[in-house]
């Protein structure tokens, strides 16, 4: 969380730069993908060895027909060191072939590129339908339609105890959004603060608050609870409030 709020605060920071130190903004990409490389690169180093019990489940792949069978796993060596016994080569569920796993993560790939498309489109006819600014409710339905399916892995581990994983999911896709997206905002698009684009640096704000709220109640319980996680439900509903009914979201005159 600290990666996380130290490339946010980076790249946030460089939308209040005069004009004149725009080049910053090249220094400050160049910096987070820096940051990230360093995350990435503890985040191997102090990872603690995985145990039969934090495995994935079964590849979805190998469940597929014409994939199903040995043919699908790598062998695995199972030694028995007591006297008299044979060394006995089996298959295992949990190792599947490479080529399998490249294979569906090039499908699942396409199958995310395919589906922004979808959505995008979907947002901006939407927002002509109902008369609102596209940028006010990408800034609404965007989060929830990205996020909310990532969550459900986290869902998914919490119901099988794998709470590390659970938690990892949420903070790691933080740290990457904070660093990799924005630099493609920061460099392409115009990454300055104006009185127009003050709804956009409010969700920043909104993020910024609730990491504080949460993580600092961790640090200071050393514990994190439910009811804790739970603080940032109020603080989307305040930053909702804001885009659509408030002078700040250029949404609200455009209301029916």
């Known amino acids: 969380m600290a990666f996380f709020l130290l490339g946010y605060a980076i790249a946030i920071g460089t939308a209040f730069l005069p004009a004149e ?5 090249w220094v400050a990409a160049g910096g987070l993908f820096v940051l990230y490389a ?15 019990d934090e ?21 695995t060596l199972d030694v028995d060191l007591m006297p008299g016994e044979h ?5 295992a569920g ?19 590129i395919v589906g922004a498309q979808v959505f995008v489109g979907a947002v901006e006819h939407l927002s002509t339908q109902i008369g609102l600014d596209p940028t006010i409710l990408a800034l609404i339905i965007a989060p929830i339609a990205t996020e909310l399916p990532e969550k459900f892995n986290s869902v998914l581990w919490v119901r099988t105890g794998k709470d590390t994983l659970a938690m990892g999911n949420i903070t790691g896709a933080m740290v990457f959004q904070s660093c990799i997206p924005t630099v493609l ?14 709804v956009h640096f409010a969700s920043a704000g909104v993020a910024f608050a609730a990491t504080i709220l949460i993580f600092g109640t961790m640090v200071r319980r050393g514990a994190l609870s439910a009811w ?13 409030y804001l885009a659509l009914f408030t002078p700040l979201g250029s949404g609200a005159a455009t209301l029916p």
């Open 21 to 25: 130190l725009s080049l910053l903004k």
């Open 228 to 240: 804790t996680l739970l603080i940032g439900g109020p603080l989307y509903l305040l930053y909702v």
């Open 94 to 112: 949990r190792h599947p072939k490479m080529r399998i796993i490249v294979s569906q993560v090039i499908a699942a790939l396409a199958c995310i």
């Open 38 to 52: 360093i995350y990435v690169r503890l985040h191997f180093a102090d990872a603690p060895e995985t145990t039969d």
């Open 185 to 198: 905002g920061l460099l392409f698009t115009t990454w300055t603060f104006t009185a127009e684009s003050a």
């Open 55 to 75: 495995e994935p489940s079964q590849l979805h792949a190998t469940r597929l027909p014409g994939i199903r069978g040995p043919d699908a796993f790598e062998p």
């Open 87 to 91: 060394d006995v080569w089996e298959v």
